[in-house]
């Protein structure tokens, strides 16, 4: 056998290799010797910033009381130690009337509470969020709480039949013990299901209880925790734990998938694509590295146009009956539109007991234009297959034949058969079976028309067609024309159930005509439907469907598109308690023209169509809606969906932000001093506090000015901005970068902070708070003492009054770049590649390590959102520490909710939606992968999107202790309300 050279270059994040020899003890002794210690490169400042503030003893040493204070009533108590306190007036059923008081009780405990005091005081004057008196006083309860806890409620929108990705063919494996199914698109998911088609469970990700064990994950010490964690993979998205595939390279990165190929042999799962990752049909370690060696090809631009080199993976892969050899082909990249798939035109192997062994040639050639005719060449070879003897079978595309070869690599026969894709064969029967459809190439003629067509032939021996019938393909053309297809399906034949089942990838959640994909059409719910797994039988004459998991899926969740970019907005109407998910579906994928409601008390779903393309949106306290392009916002009753004009607004018409799609005329809308939108399409947030005051991000950058335009005082020389028909001029100083400017306006829509945060850059997120404070998730990553944070795709949180500080970037890209001595004399607060070094003045607190998506280390397109809530807490998601942070308004870490698991981790108080046989892993039993959106229903659920388990969380909240006292007990006020 010829042994190939690996030629791939790949970047990766650097690796250190675990080996598990005696349980997590040893494990844990071996990673404190070598594993790298994320603490040690930020100090002692982040692991104060990362430590939950609390103590742990939720108990009243003096019970609540309430008495009247002439109108106002008094509220005492006493907490037995420093920890959280909140404290709300509500209805009698339960509604909050008045957030009156949340936070840490000691020494930067919030307003009102009284600072480093465990007895306190509070005054309620009567009124109600927005600022009006409360009639009918006698209904209300008084409520003191301590400790924040959660608790997994239950599990909404997660189907596992659903596609995860629109680019990439799931693969399949059938086996004994079910049906093993793997997709990838950025994250990546396998799966067991019965031979019937039921959900079994998650093999990827890891089960909680396997993680311990997998060898060779890039484990790190976090700082929150001092816990050692794995660290995900991916050139910008970094969502997975597995290496293997084209999601480790810069292209497709974050559209790729972590296998092109895959094996299952006794109790091993092979995955292959770039290279091989290995893992245990229980979803653990196999013994072995989780990542093995190269198989994939590196080759040259077909032109020098090209600007990058091109990775040929394996699309078929087959294990030797003894699980010694490894058989891969179906080497194949494209080279772009309108060229064919080039495809190597040979057979590989890999020895599976030499953990060194090379990768082999084991029939043809694995090169380019090696293409030939006679026994044991290859033209375009597709897929391959083992029998029970370990003889080798090859579907040679080109050649209309099945070659079928000895373990030593002796040819010894061919088999005619037209165009086959796809093969298998039984280990029992030795039948063979074959599938047939169009696979671009360059060798076909414009004149090639190939039927989609299923066969079952006989063993080797007499390997006639037995059983030939069509195959129900979606939107499949049997010719070339403005179309790229073939690559999206996939079959395999279930020979372990009875009779033996044909699961079928039919499409991809998309179109293949060029033409449409260049118009940007195609891809809609249809596409997506029909894409889904079916699973079908010999019938009579033609195939019989089985099940469908596309229409099972639009049964169960509604919608079978699955997000692009793992991109799920959240959203609460704190008037209904609904939960409303936004996922791309206009606008370059960064808008929405309808939600998803959920109703977390039951699970069910339906389509909510909005009035125009909105790219956020936002729900005020009595259950208006906000929808924002990047120049207007509109408001709406969301029962209705009539628009509520703005008084100070503007008439507008075609207003959408993907017009194309859906536009709205509106009667008054506001107008944002904004010039459009970036280049990813991305806004920067939007919110509104219960005062109904809302905080929109607006895109501006201006120029950047030469310092020669500047005045000897420093002021501007000439004005330099004109946005939304009327001029607009921040402050300008040095050091000032244009970009994500925030403004904030009153429930009339008067403008009543202009660029309340100068100088602030993207953000993935902003929020105001009921005292017009203001939040950002700004996109770039924390420094602490100069030194940053260890992942530097992760992000920064931080409070700031309006208009009382400023960011100062230490950047020539600022639109007025900044000397040395115009930088503040102290170390910078965060940076990415664009700004550099950053500096928040005025900030009453920083938060790092949260949120996804940096400017350094990230992709913008990936992100995150945190969620504030109407007790002034904040819900930030800790992506790679499988946690989300609950913090104060002083910047107080109360607690952490969530950890590490997969779909089958958790047990929630309700399992209807989620598994059937879910396992416990203590604690609050959130189980969370890739978490990176969160919504929030104060003091009810927080809703958290988990993209790495497809599914959203409904995490119930109460508190360790709470205390209720009616104000009927109380004598009448002495100043009536309202006087």
């Known amino acids: ?164 990705g629109k680019g990439n063919s799931p693969l399949i494996a059938p086996r004994p013990e079910g049906v093993y199914v793997f997709e990838g698109e950025g994250v990546d998911h396998m799966r067991l299901f019965e031979h019937n088609g039921d959900y079994v469970r998650t093999v990827y990700p890891f089960p909680a209880e396997n993680l311990e064990e997998v060898v060779g994950l890039d484990r790190q010490i976090f700082p929150q925790s001092g816990r050692l964690l794995p660290v995900k993979h991916g050139p910008k998205h970094h969502s997975t734990l597995l290496t293997s595939g084209d999601n480790m390279l810069k292209s497709p990165g974050k559209y790729g998938s972590a296998a092109t190929a895959m094996a299952v042999h006794g109790d091993r799962i092979l995955l292959a694509g770039v290279k091989v990752n290995r893992l245990s049909t229980v979803g653990g370690s196999t013994g072995k590295n989780l990542e093995g060696p190269v198989v994939s090809f ?63 040639t084991f029939a043809g050639r694995l090169e380019r234009e090696a293409d030939g005719v006679d026994p044991g060449q290859f033209r375009c070879p597709t897929s391959v297959a083992c029998d029970a003897a370990g003889q080798v079978y090859v579907a040679d595309y080109m050649n209309d034949r099945i070659q079928v070869f000895a373990p030593d690599g002796k040819h010894l026969k061919s088999i005619t058969h037209s165009r086959p894709s796809v093969l298998q064969v039984d280990p029992e029967s ?42 129900p393909l979606n939107n499949y053309k049997d010719r070339i024309g403005l179309r790229w297809t073939g690559l999206e399906y996939n079959a395999a034949v279930d020979t372990f159930a009875q009779p033996a089942a044909i699961w079928l990838v039919p499409g991809k959640p998309g179109t293949t005509e060029q033409l449409q994909i260049l118009r940007g059409l195609g891809g809609g719910e249809a596409d997506a439907r029909l894409a889904h797994l079916r699973i079908l039988e010999e019938g009579p004459e033609e195939l019989v469907l089985r099940r469908d998991f596309g229409e099972e899926t639009a049964r169960s969740v509604v919608r079978t598109k699955p997000p692009v970019i793992s991109r799920q907005r959240l959203y609460v109407n704190p008037a209904s308690g609904k939960l409303y998910l936004g996922e791309g579906d206009s606008g370059v994928n960064k808008s929405f023209e309808e939600l998803l409601e959920i109703d977390p008390n039951t699970g069910d779903i ?98 950047p000015l030469d310092r020669r335009e500047f005045q000897s005082d420093g002021s ?57 404070n203001l939040y950002a998730l700004a996109s770039a990553h924390r420094l602490f003492g100069g030194e940053p944070y260890f992942l530097p795709w992760t992000e920064t949180l931080f409070k700031i009054s309006p208009s009382a500080g400023k960011l100062v970037a230490g950047s020539d890209r600022a639109n007025i770049p900044a000397e040395k001595h115009n930088l503040p004399e102290r170390s910078p607060d965060m940076a990415n590649h664009t700004l550099q070094k950053v500096w928040i003045e005025g900030a009453d607190w920083k938060y790092g390590g949260v949120g996804f998506g940096s400017q350094t280390g990230g992709c913008v397109c990936w992100n995150a959102r945190f969620a504030l809530d109407y007790f002034d807490r904040v819900f930030a998601p800790e992506v790679d520490h499988f946690t989300v942070a609950v913090l104060d308004s002083s910047g107080n870490l109360l607690l952490r909710i969530g950890d590490y698991g997969n779909v089958d981790d958790g047990l929630p108080l309700v399992k209807q939606g989620g598994p059937a046989d879910p396992r416990s892993i203590g604690g609050d039993e959130t189980a969370l992968f890739h978490a990176a959106y969160v919504a929030s229903h104060t003091d009810h659920r927080l809703f958290i999107a988990d993209a790495g388990n497809r599914r959203i969380l409904s995490v119930k909240l109460d508190y360790h202790a709470t205390r209720r006292l009616p104000l009927s007990s109380l004598p009448a006020p002495a100043v009536a309300p309202g006087k």
């Open 606 to 703: 339906r389509v909510v169509p909005l009035p125009f393309t909105a790219e956020d949106i936002c729900f005020g306290v009595n259950g208006a809606a906000y929808l924002r392009t990047d120049t207007i916002v509109g408001r709406y009753d969301s029962r209705t969906w009539r628009e509520i004009p703005w008084d100070y607004g503007e008439e507008r018409t075609q207003e959408g932000f993907d017009p194309s799609v859906k536009s709205a005329s509106l009667v008054s809308a506001l107008v944002l001093p904004a010039e459009g939108r970036p280049a990813y399409f991305h806004m920067g947030g939007m919110c509104i506090s219960p005062r109904g005051e809302l905080a929109v991000a607006c895109f501006n950058t201006g120029k």
């Open 430 to 471: 030795g039948q063979i079976y074959v599938f047939s459809w169009f696979l671009i190439n360059r060798f076909l003629k414009n004149t090639d028309r190939i039927p989609a067509q299923y066969a079952r032939l006989g063993p080797l021996a007499d390997p006639r067609v037995q059983f030939t019938a069509p195959l």
């Open 716 to 772: 501007l020389s000439k004005r330099w901005a004109s946005t939304a028909g009327r001029k607009y001029l921040p402050s300008l100083y040095p050091g000032r970068v244009r970009y994500g400017e925030v403004h904030v306006w009153d429930v009339h829509g008067q403008l009543i902070h202009e660029d309340a945060v100068p100088g602030l850059g993207a953000t993935d997120g902003i929020a105001i708070d009921k005292q017009g």
């Open 298 to 360: 590196e080759q040259q631009p077909a032109s020098s146009t090209a600007n990058a080199d091109l990775t040929a993976a394996p699309r078929s892969a087959a294990l030797s009956p003894d699980g010694r050899w490894l058989y891969l082909t179906g080497y194949v990249w494209n080279r772009g539109y309108p060229r064919g798939h080039a495809w190597l035109h040979g057979v590989a192997r890999l020895d599976l007991q030499h953990d060194d062994a090379p990768l082999e």
């Open 1 to 164: 056998m010829k042994r190939i050279p690996n030629r791939l270059k790949t970047t990766l994040l650097p690796r250190w290799t675990f080996r598990r020899a005696a349980g997590l003890l040893a494990l844990t002794m071996l990673a404190s010797l070598v594993a790298f210690d994320g603490r040690s490169a930020v100090g002692g400042e982040a692991e104060e910033e990362f430590r939950v503030k609390r103590e742990e003893r939720f108990e009243f040493s003096q019970p609540p009381v309430i008495a009247v204070q002439g109108d106002r009533v008094e509220i005492r108590f006493t907490a037995a130690a420093f920890c959280d306190a909140t404290v709300a007036i509500e209805d009698a059923e339960g509604n909050i009337v008045r957030h009156l008081a949340c936070g840490l009780l000691g020494s930067s405990a919030p307003a009102p509470f009284q600072p480093s005091l465990l007895s306190q005081v509070l005054l309620w004057d009567g009124k109600n969020d927005q600022g009006r008196y409360v009639d009918q006083r006698d209904n209300l309860i008084v409520r003191v709480s301590l400790g924040l806890k959660a608790q997994f409620e239950r599990t909404l929108y997660w189907e596992p039949k659903k596609r995860i």
